[in-house]
């Protein structure tokens, strides 16, 4: 298993309308992601900035992306949810959400 | 069970060495966390800030906090760790690293 932290910012006066589309996230979404072989998947806000915390149970990460970023229903989520938010400068190439360092971990 | 995701800024020249202690923390530390209920712990870095998910599997978290904070090695690593730390202005009154608001959560 896999464990991921990512970051990204949430812009000013997206709160509301952010959080009431993740207090019902669209059901073929959730059941992609579970598809994709996550599990045990948050995401926290604070101070205009959204952290998600999110564990990989799959054995091919790549092929999961893929069939995740290929998937009409989370496409039409993702052109609702990035409006309102505005990636890290400091992402890496390819990133939206921008991929932490795991700096400690006790199971 | 109950998750938490907690937020706080780490101050510039910290890193290498935040994240070296976090690399090897004290067993006497580790099993404090563990006495006190706490589960799947992580931090997380990027951009000076630091992020932690952990699980709180016991039934009196107060109780608990109470014991962690009363502990004397637990003390004395907080005390090299804090040093380090930046809290954010806008925690609540009692915070140190700051509570964030669950916006999201799948099992």
Known sequence: M??????????????????????AVWPEVLDKILECNIRNYSIYFKDDLLFSYFEYHGCDLKSDWKKMDSHAKTQEWWAVMQPMQEPLPKRKEGEWWAEMEEVFHLD
């Open 2 to 23: 896999q464990r991921f932290g990512m970051m990204i910012r949430l812009k000013a006066g997206s709160a509301s309308t952010y959080k009431r589309y993740h207090a």
